[in-house]
């Protein structure tokens, strides 16, 4: 993620209230700078990859490139939308952290009313350009999407570890959004993409949350589960990675891919199992900066093997 500028005229020790009612001015470029930290293009990169490969896969072949284009712009325009909620939302906890001190509404770039306006504009332009370009399910289930994110997920970060099983489900959803952008069902087989991605998230994101677990505690987040209990976080970890071994295989099942792609998802989830249980046998920053490692490789991995793996069984028959 790239790093926001500091308002040199406000420094980092800036009330947040104070920082809500500030005439920011600073150069285009640097707000330019500071509306593309709000919209973390890390995640939407990877949003757009795990859509694009359910739209693929829901196309069987016959799939054609502006509705997915379609699908892409508006998407995007809502992870951005829930990106600038989120940060609106938790812009008092951002100020207590070092890793999000210098995001654009701590650090004192944005306004949080200015962010709020283009939050609420991303949803609307999001929802009604899917609307009119994909389809009503693809726009409805893209709001529903982001406000679990925004407005369940992140408040609840407050206040119960379960956040991360909220936040998983709409991280899980851009295979789904893409699947039904392509015209697909809302079937097993696109439950299965679902499936993967949500078993997945949870070594990756407890990963962070014990590198962060001061500061997330220091700033009132419940983001570690068995908070001052040794292992508990490694022991989930490895739980998960154990589980998403035969979940990883579940396209098979479905037809979605073959044995390249099965290989491929087998030798990855096993190198992820392994990250896990190196983590549960010493929790320490160096494990989890492994695991979360190993869990950057293997979600690109697996994606782009079950579209290779699909489109070779596609030109097969």
Not at 32 to 40: G, S, W
Not at 252 to 257: K, S
Request: proline letters at 5%; aromatic letters at 10%.
């Amino acid at each position: 993620m790239s790093t926001s500028l500091v308002n040199p005229v406000h420094p980092k020790t800036q009330t947040t209230a104070g920082a809500d009612q500030l005439e920011v001015k600073l150069p285009l470029t640097a707000r330019l700078a500071c509306y593309t930290e709000l919209a973390k293009p890390r995640i939407a990169l990877m949003v757009l990859l795990s859509m694009g490969v359910g739209y693929l896969l829901a196309s069987e072949g016959q799939w054609f490139l502006m509705p997915l284009i379609h699908a892409s712009v508006g998407v995007v325009l809502a992870v951005v939308s829930a990106s600038a909620f989120n940060q609106v939302i938790e812009r008092k906890t951002d100020a207590k952290m070092l890793r999000t001190e210098n995001r654009p509404i701590p650090a004192g770039n944005l306004s949080t009313r200015e962010v709020i306006v283009f939050a609420i504009i991303c949803t609307v332009v999001s929802f009604v350009y899917l609307l009119m370009t994909v389809n009503t399910l693809t726009a409805a289930l893209t709001a529903l999407t982001t406000f679990l994110y925004a407005a369940v997920y992140t408040p609840l970060k407050r206040y119960t570890t379960f956040c991360t099983a909220i936040g998983a489900i709409p991280g899980a959803a851009p295979p789904v959004l893409g699947w039904v952008a392509a015209g697909g069902q809302l079937n097993l087989a696109c439950f299965s993409l679902f499936a993967i991605l949500f078993v997945w998230q949870f070594p990756h994101f407890l990963a962070i949350a014990w590198i962060y677990k001061d500061q997330y505690a220091g700033a009132g987040l419940k983001m570690v589960p068995g908070a001052g209990r040794s292992k508990i976080v490694g022991a989930i970890s490895l739980g998960y990675a154990l589980v998403l071994l035969p979940i990883s295989l579940l396209p098979n099942h479905f037809g979605l891919a073959g044995d390249v792609y099965g290989l491929v998802a087998m030798v990855l989830g096993i190198a992820y199992l392994f990250a896990a249980i190196g983590f549960y046998r010493v929790e320490n920053r160096m494990t989890a900066r492994r695991l979360l490692f190993v869990s950057l490789v293997y979600l690109p991995g697996v994606l782009l093997a079950l579209t290779f793996d699909h489109l070779r069984l596609l030109n097969s028959l």
